[in-house]
Structure formats: C-alpha cells, structure tokens
C-alpha cells in the first residue's frame, strides 16, 4: 500500500483484505521516503523471495482484463523463461499503442510511435482508447482486433503497467519504476512483450486531468459483467 494517498483508498484496499481470504496487505514501515513522483518501489522488491516464486504486478489502475488474461501470461511466463519480464498487451500504453495502430486499431492522425510520442500521454488520445476498447467489447470483437505476434524488446523503456517475473530475477533497486524494462533488461534477458493477455490502463499522469472528467470508468462499469 505504499502508493496510497486517500483515506478512501485505504478503506478500499482494507475491504478487499476482508472480502477475499488468503490475500494479505503490505504497508510500508514509515521509513520509505519519496524521490519526485517515486516511492521506494525497489526496497519493496527486495522484501519478495528470490526464488522460483511467480509475482504479477498489476497497477492499481487497470480498469479490464480479457477472460483467462493471468492465466495466459502465468503460462507465457512459464513457456519463456528466458526474458526477464513478461508484460502484458496493454490498451493505453506508450509501446502498446503503436502496436495496436500498426494493426489499424486507431488511424494515423494520432502520433503513437515512440516511447515519447505526444499522443501517448494526451487526455483526449486515452478517452478515444478506451472508448474504442468498449466498443470492441461490446462487438465482441476485441478478440481478434487487439492481438500481436509475442516481441522480445530490450534496450528501450517500456510502460509496464501489467508484469510477470520470478522472484530471483528481481534484482534491481532504481526507486523508478522504469527500472526492470530500461535498466534491467539486456540482450540477454530481453523483456517479452506478448500479445496475448490484454489489459486496459486507464491513465498516465498527464491523462488524469482530462479523463477524470470523463465516463470512461462509469462505462465500464455499467457495460461490463462483474462478480458480486
């Protein structure tokens, strides 16, 4: 919980604990201090076992995941071991969505290729993202639109939102969370991104502003079968 700032998240994350036996909650000692936008993510890290123990980070706004999406990177994870990541097919995400442009999800009026790429982290570009997705899935569609061959990247930092690692492969300790796709990986142990766990993220920093004016989260909501 070390990324919790609201009174309502953190009774949130509590009612989670209590609805679903066998999780448990993390909170940091009140000795992790911030650097700029950052908490100390790597002393988290090297609190996990270094061993053959799977983590999955998943960020705290992932607004949709496809059926089976941890199932199927659980066993790209388990079928690769060789990458040092492996990071899912993510919706509004700066290397994602050139991907998903490539395929003709959006046209080329958006400026989507490359990391630093205006359209990537623009509030209006992420409304149109989403807005597309829900479309898909409410076609049923989303199935067939959103795949890409799985590709293995390294050298080139990648938003990585939605990951798979095992635990003795968790050594880095840059407080940045570009740290395991920029720093970490190497020619050896590429980070493979696959194309067939889908996830949607509903915004950056600099989209937070514009969506949070939106109805991108009561959409979702409203047109998307949930349990309980």
């Given at each position: 919980m070390n ?11 509590r009612?989670?604990i209590n ?5 448990f909650?993390l909170?940091?000692d009140?000795?992790w ?11 988290y890290?090297?609190t ?12 705290d706004?992932?607004?949709w995941m ?16 060789d ?5 899912g097919?993510?919706v ?8 998903h ?12 290729e490359?990391?630093r790429?205006?359209?990537?982290y ?8 989403h ?12 199935d067939r639109?959103?795949?890409f ?7 080139f930092?990648?938003p990585?939102?939605v990951?798979?690692v095992?635990?003795?492969d968790i ?9 395991p ?24 920093g600099?989209?937070?502003?514009h ?15 949930h349990?309980?």
């Open positions: 990324a919790c700032w609201e009174r309502e998240d953190e009774h949130y994350i009612r989670l609805q679903y036996p066998g999780t909650l909170k940091d009140g000795m201090g911030v650097i700029g936008r950052f908490q100390h993510y790597g002393r890290y090297k996990l076992g270094q061993d053959d123990t799977m983590y999955i980070k998943i960020d706004d992932i607004l496809e059926p089976n999406a941890i199932k199927n990177l659980i066993d790209t994870r388990r079928g690769n071991p990458p040092l990541l492996i990071v097919n993510i509004n995400n700066a290397y994602c969505n050139f991907k442009q490539c395929l003709g999800v959006y046209d080329k009026t958006w400026d989507l490359g990391f790429a205006k359209d990537n623009n509030g209006e570009f992420s409304e149109f993202a807005n597309t997705l829900l479309n898909h899935i409410k076609r049923g569609t989303w639109v959103y795949r061959p799985d590709d293995r990247v390294h050298g930092r990648l990585n939102h990951y798979a095992y635990g003795k050594t880095w300790s840059i407080d940045d969370e570009a740290a796709t920029e720093g970490a990986a190497s020619a050896e142990r590429p980070v493979l991104v696959t194309g067939n766990s889908i996830f949607a993220h509903y915004a950056y600099e989209q937070i502003g969506m949070n004016l939106t109805d991108i989260r009561a959409r979702y909501k409203k047109e998307i079968p349990e309980g």
